[in-house]
C-alpha cells in the first residue's frame, strides 16, 4: 500500500510514522509511506510556534481522550525513537476573579473528570507557587500539578527517526498541487513531480481545506486562528524557571516561564486566511496590559514575539480518518490548541481508522470523522 502524507508538522510527522510503524516502533511491512512538505523546513509554521505544554483539563471533550491516549507515548517513547524525556513537570495554575467564578467551576468540574489531582488551592498558596501574582481579594486559583512542558522540538524529531527508520520517505520544497482519484488510488501533483498512492492523508494545518479542495474533495470548513506569543526578561532571573504556568480562567491571558524568560500571550484568536503568521503589536499590547494588571512583572520589553495559526473545525474537534465519499482521502486536520499534547494519540487513531484497526476504547470516533459535518 502506497500512502502519501500531505504536511510536514507534528501532524504530519505523527501520521507518517503512524502509517509506517508500529506503536511499539516495528515497520508495518507492505506499507511504503511518502510524506511532502511545501517548506524547505518541516515544523516551520504551526509547530515551531507552540507554547510547549500538555494540560490532560482542555480542548474540546471529543478530542480530550487523544491527549491521555497520548500519555503512554510521552512517557516511554518506542525504542530508538528519543534519548531525552519528551516532558518535564510543569504545573497550571488558573486564576479566576469574582466575576469568573462560573468560569472556575466549570475548570473545576471538567477538570476533575479528566485528572483527579486538579484542586482549587488559597490564594497564599497560589503566590507561594506563582510568586509574581499581585496580592488581590476573592480571587480563586485551580491547580493542575501534572501538566508539563513538551519537547516539541524533541517529539518532532522522535518521529521523524521512526518515520524514516521505517523505510518512510521525506519531500520538503514539495507542494501538494492537485490530487485526481484514478481508479482505485491517487495520482498525485507536486511541484516537483507526480506521486501514485492508494491513500492521500491531509494533515496540511491551516491549509487543511486548500488541500482538500486541491483533491476533488469536500472542504470541512476549518477556521485559522491567529495566536501571538512573546518573551520577556523575568526579574526572578532563572529563580523563576520551575514555576507554573499562569492562566486566566477565560483564556484572555497566559504566561509560562522559560529559562530566565517568560513567555506570555493574550491568547487570542483572530480568524486569518492560510499564511506564515505574523504578530500585532496591538494584540501584544493588549497581553501586556492583562498581565501587568494581574502580576508584580511590569512588563515594559519585549526580547522577541511570534504568531501561529491554530486551525479549528466548526465543532473545535479535530477530524481524523477517511473521507466517506472518498475514503482514499483521510483527514488529519483540526488540531486547534492542542496538536502537540495529542499527536501521538490522535496519529494513531488516524492511521486505525483508515487501516480498519480497532481504536482504544476511550475514543469516541463520531465526535472526530468527517461524517458529523456531512
Ligand atoms: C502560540 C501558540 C501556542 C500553542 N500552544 C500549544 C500548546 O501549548 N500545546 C499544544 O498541544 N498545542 C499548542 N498549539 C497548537 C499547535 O501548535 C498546533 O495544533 C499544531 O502545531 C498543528 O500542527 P499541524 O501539523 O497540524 O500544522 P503545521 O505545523 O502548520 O503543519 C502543516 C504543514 O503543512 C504544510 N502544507 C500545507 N499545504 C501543503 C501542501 N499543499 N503541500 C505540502 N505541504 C503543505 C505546511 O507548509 C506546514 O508545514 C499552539 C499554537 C500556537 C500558535
Same mark, same amino acid.
Given at each position: 500500500?502506497? @500512502? ?32 511532502? &512538505? ?14 510547549? %505544554? ?10 480530550? *481522550? ?38 472556575? &467551576? ?30 488581590? #481579594? ?13 519537547? @516539541? ?12 527508520? =521505517? ?13 485526481? =482519484? ?17 491513500? @492521500? @492523508? ?41 514555576? +507554573? ?11 509560562? *516561564?522559560?529559562?530566565? %524568560?517568560?513567555?506570555?500571550? +493574550? ?11 505574523? *504578530?500585532? &503589536? ?39 480518518? +477517511? #473521507? +466517506? ?9 483540526? %488540531?486547534?490548541?492542542?496538536?502537540? %499534547?495529542?499527536?501521538?494519540? =490522535? ?12 481504536? #482504544? ?14
Amino acid at each position: 500500500m502506497r @500512502v502519501v502524507v500531505v504536511g510536514g508538522g507534528i501532524a504530519g510527522v505523527s501520521a507518517a510514522w503512524a502509517f509506517a510503524a508500529e506503536p511499539d516502533g516495528r515497520p508495518r511491512g507492505g506499507v511504503s509511506v511518502t510524506l511532502v &512538505e511545501a517548506e524547505a523546513t518541516l515544523a516551520h509554521h504551526t509547530t515551531g510556534r507552540s507554547a510547549a %505544554q500538555l494540560i490532560e483539563n482542555y480542548g474540546a471533550q471529543a478530542l480530550r *481522550p487523544l491527549t491521555t491516549t497520548s500519555l503512554p507515548f510521552f512517557h516511554e517513547p518506542p525504542e530508538g525513537l528519543t534519548d531525552a524525556p519528551l516532558l518535564t513537570e510543569r504545573a497550571l495554575l488558573t486564576v479566576g476573579t469574582v466575576e469568573q467564578d462560573e468560569a472556575i &467551576e466549570r475548570t473545576l468540574a471538567e477538570g476533575r473528570l479528566a485528572n483527579p489531582t486538579i484542586t482549587e488551592i488559597d490564594g497564599d498558596e497560589a503566590r507561594r507557587r506563582a510568586p509574581l501574582l499581585a496580592p488581590t #481579594d476573592g480571587h480563586r486559583y485551580v491547580l493542575e500539578p501534572e501538566s508539563a512542558d513538551i519537547d @516539541v522540538a524533541g517529539l518532532h524529531q522522535a518521529f521523524v527517526r521512526g518515520f524514516r527508520a =521505517a523505510g518512510g520517505t521525506i519531500a520538503t520544497v514539495t507542494r501538494l498541487d492537485a490530487a485526481r =482519484a484514478n481508479g482505485s488510488g491517487w495520482r498525485v501533483e507536486t511541484t516537483t513531480g507526480p506521486i501514485d498512492a492508494d491513500i @492521500v @492523508v491531509n494533515a496540511a494545518g491551516a491549509w487543511g481545506d486548500v488541500v482538500a479542495t486541491a483533491a476533488g474533495v469536500e472542504p470541512v470548513g476549518l477556521t485559522p486562528l491567529r495566536r501571538t506569543a512573546f518573551m520577556v526578561r523575568s526579574p526572578w532571573d532563572h529563580e523563576s524557571a520551575g514555576w +507554573p504556568l499562569v492562566a486566566d480562567a477565560e483564556h484572555t491571558w497566559y504566561l509560562k *516561564p522559560d529559562g530566565a %524568560q517568560f513567555l506570555c500571550s +493574550p491568547a487570542d484568536e483572530t480568524p486569518s486566511a492560510p499564511m506564515d503568521a505574523k *504578530p500585532e &503589536e496591538l494584540d501584544v499590547a493588549i497581553a501586556i496590559e492583562r498581565i501587568n494588571s494581574h502580576t508584580t512583572l511590569d512588563i515594559r520589553t519585549v526580547a522577541s514575539s511570534w504568531a501561529g495559526l491554530r486551525t479549528f473545525s466548526p465543532d473545535r474537534s479535530m477530524v481524523l480518518g +477517511p #473521507d +466517506p465519499d472518498h475514503p482514499g482521502f483521510v483527514w488529519c486536520v483540526g %488540531q486547534g490548541g492542542t496538536g502537540i %499534547q495529542t499527536a501521538p494519540g =490522535a496519529a494513531r487513531c488516524c492511521a486505525s481508522m483508515a487501516l480498519g484497526e480497532p481504536l #482504544d476504547e476511550r475514543i469516541d470516533p463520531g465526535g472526530l470523522t468527517v461524517d458529523r459535518f456531512r
